[in-house]
């Protein structure tokens, strides 16, 4: 190189080489290098498969939709920089001004202002409905519904969503089923097998696994995929290539990772049924759950990696539990690598009226725990030197 200062416009590319790296390389290219106008022209048309531009796709993404599809068994994959951006993406893609969404009452407080507030912004009306009630589903849908949305496990109290019966529900109306499967992931269920048309999942959480990345998946039908392309790059709901491939590395150790935190999760509920400190233990794998039956015969023998719990003594048992357990971490996230805990009344529900969470039954009291995979033991020891706090 005559010149070092030419060094830095054009850096040197990989070398041809007769082997392929066994893990997958890190696309962080914002742009790819066309042959000429015509190769360009097709590729931005579609006709011809590259990439052009990271924000219409990248490899990272499309690896890890690719997973991610094969994990839900389902016709189409899409990766978004989040998993609120998956949920905005079948919003912005599906829906039109003068439509109307049917929504659970136990959504996720973020995911309830964007398809109520921010949907009635663009003319979308909405309904919210107990989902858990199947009349008053039926009775909320109109001509113009074009979504049902549930959650398939709730947060915080872990309502099983009747994934089969809401999917024949919506359909009889000609609406399509939307289920959040972030509380269940892939490994517990797989909505589209049960009737749902639409599946998405905060990646963010037990997917990834790692607390390190922030991102979000939605899986569909490949005759409403053609908007869900468009819509995904002209809204600019991509992913960054890093954090795909984060997500694909934290996906490999997915299913060992749920059958180590669903046995703790179904561990934990147990020991803390038998505590004279808790009033109620919500977990679907316990007998006495409202949807013990239901969650057998939608997840087999896994129930999830989340149990909440309600201290005898409100709020004040609450802190107490919580200083005194304090190798549990207060994270208000869920799907860590090791165990954490959060207060829904403070993080997750703070947006509702105190009246509005006892009507749901989360009070100052309400733990939740987000199962991770130490041993059960630690994790044990750890509760109980909370509980032993809280007399
Ligand atoms: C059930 C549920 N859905 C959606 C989201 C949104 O996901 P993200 O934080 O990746 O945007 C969350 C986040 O907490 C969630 O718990």
Redesign the pocket.
Known sequence: MENPDDQCPRPPRMPEQATTPHSPPIYLSSVYECRDPEQADALLAGLETGYVYARDGHPNADMLAEQCRLLHGAEQAAITG????ALALVVLSQLESGDHLVLSNQL?G??SALLTREAARLGISSTVVDAYDLNAVKGALSPNTRLLVV?TIS?PLLRVANLRSLADIAHERGAALVA?N??AGPAVCRPHELGADWVME?I??TMNGHSDV???LLCGRTDRWQRVRDTLSVWGLASAPFDCWLALRGLGTLGLRIERACANALAVAQFLTKSKAVRAVYYPGLPEHPDHELARRQFGDRNGTIVTFTLEGGLEAARSFMTASNRIPFCP?LGELTTTLSHPESTSHRGLTTQARESLGITGGTVRLSLGIESAATIIDAIGQGLDSVG
């Open positions: 989040s998993g609120m951006g996720y973020r995911t959650e947060n959040d972030t509380l905060s963010t959480k922030v991102l979000g996230s």
